[in-house]
């Protein structure tokens, strides 16, 4: 109920070997982040898992230009690169994990082709 309350923040956001790609849909800023320490191991795209979300959580900072706990945004994840076959149920929950510590109140992981702003949009709310 209280998150019914809670104006939708839609986030894009798309991971590639040790780079975040944020696109706040709603002001349609969009910003890359580049991690200064690895968080892609040789076999897996997140292989750091708080390297990862510590940059994430940046990203998602410097593109809403606010504290990332106040704003929960609703996010879109999309591995860009080693999701060749799928998804392992752990690659997604460690997807899902980086976003909710990051600060998401709603998290969807979608592999495949890259997505418009209205796709996002209709993968996050189903319209």
């Known amino acids: 109920m209280f998150g019914a309350l809670l104006p939708k923040k839609p986030v894009y956001v798309r991971v590639s070997k040790n780079e975040f790609r944020v696109r706040n849909l709603d002001s349609a800023r969009e910003n890359t982040f580049v991690a200064q320490t ?51 149920e752990v690659e997604e929950r460690v997807l899902r994990e980086v976003a909710f510590g990051a600060g998401a109140s709603k998290v969807v992981v979608w592999v495949g082709r890259e997505l418009s702003d209205a796709e996002v949009r209709e993968k996050l709310y189903g319209r």
Not at 67 to 88: F, N, W, Y
């Open 38 to 88: 690895p968080f892609t191991t040789t076999r897996l795209l997140i292989g750091q898992f708080l390297v990862a979300e510590s940059l994430l959580k940046r990203a998602l900072k410097e593109t809403f230009e606010r504290r990332v706990v106040a704003m929960q945004p609703q996010m879109l994840i999309q591995p860009l690169e080693m999701a060749e076959g799928g998804l392992s």
